[in-house]
């Protein structure tokens, strides 16, 4: 197994074609609207276009982990709430975050 087995992971799964940098954008509600748009064009996805573009999004916020400072997964965190917001879905209550 490679020492970066995620980003194979991320390259070559069934689950979304993504653009380059999305995770690194400073606009949560950009980092939403990409991933949206990954979701709903996308010729590798298995799942419908809201549940691939969130699972690539809890996907990186977990395997970045310590990696990620307070304020790159706040703006994760709020990618999360855009993208529900987007597709329809309701915001899920986090404990701690106002």
Known sequence: MTKR???????????LDLEKGVFSLDDPSEIA????HSGE??????SSPFRSAMSMLVFYINRAGADL???QRERLEAAKD???DLCGKPKK?????D
């Open 69 to 71: 400072d307070e304020k």
């Open 82 to 84: 855009g993208l529900r």
């Open 33 to 36: 609207r990409s991933l949206k």
């Open 93 to 97: 209550d986090r404990p701690g975050i």
């Open 5 to 15: 087995w995620s980003k194979k992971v991320t390259e070559t799964s069934n689950a």
């Open 41 to 46: 064009h996308s010729k590798r996805r298995k």
